[in-house]
């Protein structure tokens, strides 16, 4: 055992970072620069970043640890460039050894718990599709002989969601499923447990950085920021809530790396296990964490033009997606303790 | 990156398995009974002889020269099986490897690590807690020998030790943290007097205190330099915070598997509250786990003695007190009607976590300043 990042990955993850910082906004307002924003989402592309789980030789050309490695970094910087959602677009595509044209997301069950399916001719709901900006379609499955059908919805809706970085999409009601263009296999429930392992593991990792991330700035702002004639940074009080959170930072930091191991290394039961189970203290440690730098804001902290919001936001979606600390608890209820009642 | 065993990995793995399967003990869950520590020494003993501890420890001192994450691989086996834990005292090794000279080392690391010398750690004293700098606790210097006169209290198995680590103040005239030394002071002798505290849960053989009074200890059982005390106390704390070197994963896994068991016997007996408590404490131990394979895989670039215990220290208080929570919240009202109840007993001792081996208090202090950065007032 050596979980250590191997040298390429740690070279990745110093690369990632630095592009993130470079071009990712600084403050509320560089949301608004398109250009900015433009060239963010080209970096990321011109990287490769958005092929790592299209099909290599035999597997996806990089493993969950590289691509959690980039999702941690764009959550470190807050940064608005669609990553994970065509990803995971990627990888359900290749396991279904389907081919799409690029710009295609995932679209979600209003719960935000796992890709949709459709039965009917036509959505029952509206689905959302997630970390969408630019995305035309996105990826629906169709229950066919004890397996699911990929295929495809349009993406039409504006974006919206709490999240100012990542878009997320409504795909209205009725909207009818087109199939994928070319062949393609059923996924089975393995295949399906595999993909969501690696949800889970990359909403752990952007949780990991957003922490990192606003706790950073947090304590920068702690050290400049001074009331009694000092800075807020030296009072007890404060020092402690940064204390904690730089503390449930590394704990979450630790528990993340797992599943994105797990995701292409353990079976997909044990791999989904491993997500749950960093998901749960993930999204816990990611709401106390951003509180905190809300908090050690103080009134600034409560205003649209600090940019701590954006990191709270963003956890809440990120938090969400694949379903946050409650969900998972309720599930490893289920796994570990032969809970049936009251759950689905 | 790789969570996977090596070949040889696998294969110390299996060989272990296999012991434990053999020689459990079979003993009570660790700090809840006084058998525990009655019967901890045999442990220790076995685990030692068969080849099993002080697995990351040099070989001329009686360890094995393996990479640390085999400590990772001895936490997951006894935790499977719900054996006890490893003997928890890696930072006193981490203390004398560091600080101690060759003579010091030959002379106490082989007893130390085999068990067939029992240690303490004398530091705190009832007006030196948090601050453990401002001790009062005297070595005079006499010849060949000091005399020691002072009170020590809070000292875990001082009813059992041959030996003390003992921190004490050989020169008055310095500032407070530099006139500190630090002695292997043998405990069997007139003017050491050992009084078993009674703890919070109700056990009286893992606490006490220890009374010198005109106690001897030869000079050349001083680890260190003369003034080098602090330096050592706080190489000592700072492994002392570390689950990795303690070996608390395993005592955590098992109290964990232990209350899971009690809810899959019948699940609907227990209120959601109740199972949700157990299902984070199975979180929270798989942390700590993981937590301490990535801690231990960075020692393969070297061991590191700085600011970052105090971080791990605190993951493992919010995990031990997250399972004394959920093992209150299990028992239900057995808890407060029968004052033997374990999962009591669980949950009376968790609280000491946030206290020994530094306050959380203390490990915020040193997190925020020199971990973050943070001015001092």
């Not at chain 2, 030196?128 to 875990?156: N, P, Q, V």
């Not at chain 2, 059982?221 to 570390?242: D, K, L």
Request: proline share 5%.
């Amino acid at each position: 055992m050596d979980v250590r990042y191997t040298p390429e990955q740690a070279e990745l993850r110093r690369t990632a970072r630095q592009l993130a910082r470079e071009l990712g906004p600084r403050t509320v307002a560089d949301l608004d620069d398109d250009k900015r924003a433009r060239r963010l989402a080209e970096a990321v592309r011109d990287a490769g970043w958005l092929e790592l789980r299209d099909e290599g030789e035999g597997g996806p050309l990089a493993s969950g640890v590289e691509a959690a490695i980039i999702a941690e970094a764009l959550g470190e910087a807050v940064a608005d460039a669609s990553f994970a959602g065509p990803v995971l677009a990627a990888d359900l595509v290749r396991r279904a050894g389907a081919r799409l044209q690029g710009g295609a997301v995932v679209a979600f069950s209003p719960d935000l718990l796992d890709v949709a399916t459709v039965s009917g001719p036509a959505t029952a709901s509206p689905l959302y599709a997630v970390d969408a900006a630019d995305a035309a379609s996105a990826c629906v499955l169709i229950p066919e002989g004890g397996g699911y059908r990929l295929a495809i919805v349009p993406v039409e809706g504006a974006r919206g969601g709490a999240d100012l970085t990542r878009a997320v999409r409504e795909i209205p009601a009725g909207v009818r499923p087109a199939a994928v263009p070319g062949p393609s296999r059923l996924l089975r429930s393995a295949d399906l447990d595999a993909w969501r392992a690696l949800g889970l593991a990359l909403t752990c990792a952007d949780l990991v950085g957003s922490m990192r991330g606003v706790i950073e700035l947090t304590v920068a702002y702690a050290r400049e920021r001074k009331q009694y004639g000092v800075p807020i940074g030296s009072f007890q009080a404060v020092q402690h809530l940064l204390a904690e959170a730089q503390t449930l930072m590394e704990g979450a930091s630790s528990v993340a790396l797992h599943p994105s191991w797990a995701a292409d290394d353990l079976a997909p039961e044990p791999a989904r296990h491993a997500g749950r189970v960093a998901k749960a203290y993930c999204a816990r440690a990611a709401r106390t964490v951003c509180e905190t730098a809300v908090q050690v804001h103080g009134g600034m902290g409560n205003t649209w033009d600090c940019i701590v919001h954006v990191y709270l936001r963003r956890a809440l979606l990120s938090s969400r997606w694949f379903g946050d600390d409650g969900e998972q608890l309720r599930q490893l209820e289920r796994t570990r303790l032969g809970v049936t009642h009251g759950l689905s | 990156m790789d969570f996977r065993d090596s070949p040889a990995e696998a294969e110390f793995r299996e060989r272990l398995r296999a012991w434990i399967a053999e020689n459990d003990p079979g003993l009570p869950l660790s700090s809840t009974d006084d058998e525990y520590w009655a019967r901890q020494a045999e442990w220790h003993t076995a685990l030692y002889d068969a080849g099993f501890f002080g697995l990351s420890w040099p070989s001329r001192y009686g360890g094995h020269d393996l990479p640390s994450v085999f400590d990772v691989i001895l936490d997951d086996e006894l935790a499977r099986a719900g054996a006890p834990p490893r003997p928890s005292l890696g930072y006193l090794v981490q203390g004398i490897t560091t600080h101690g000279s060759d003579a010091i080392k030959n002379r106490f690391l082989p007893g130390l690590i085999s068990g067939r010398d029992r240690w303490c750690q004398g530091f705190s004293e009832p007006d030196a807690g948090s601050d453990l700098a401002s001790l009062r606790t005297t070595a005079t210097r006499d010849g060949d020998e000091y005399a020691i006169d002072g009170h020590k209290i809070w000292t875990s198995y001082s009813d059992v030790a041959d030996w003390c680590f003992l921190l004490a103040r050989t020169d008055p005239t310095v500032p407070k943290h530099r006139g500190l030394s630090a002695f292997a002071v043998p405990m069997r002798q007139r003017g050491i007097e050992q009084r078993p505290l009674r703890m919070i849960n109700g056990i009286t053989t893992e606490f006490g205190q220890v009374i010198f009074d005109g106690a001897r200890v030869a000079a050349e059982n001083m680890i260190g330099e003369p003034g080098e005390g602090w330096r050592i106390a706080m190489t000592i704390v700072s492994h002392e915070r570390e689950p990795g070197e303690i070996g608390y994963v395993a005592r955590y896994a098992k109290m964990v598997a232990e209350l899971e068991d009690e809810v899959r016997r019948d699940p609907g007996a227990f209120q959601p509250e109740q199972r949700e408590q157990v299902a984070w404490a199975y979180v929270q131990a798989e942390m700590l786990r993981l937590h301490v394979c990535r801690r231990l895989s960075e020692r393969l670039d070297g061991v590191d003695h700085g600011p970052g215990g105090s971080v791990d220290k605190l993951l493992m208080t919010w995990v031990e007190q997250s399972v004394g929570s959920a093992a209150l919240a299990v028992s239900g009202s057995r808890a407060a009607t029968d004052a033997d109840d374990l999962a009591l007993k669980i949950y009376l001792y968790s609280r000491a976590q946030s206290v020994m081996g530094g306050t959380s208090q203390i490990q915020k202090n040193i997190v925020a300043t020199r971990i973050l950065g943070l001015p001092t007032a």
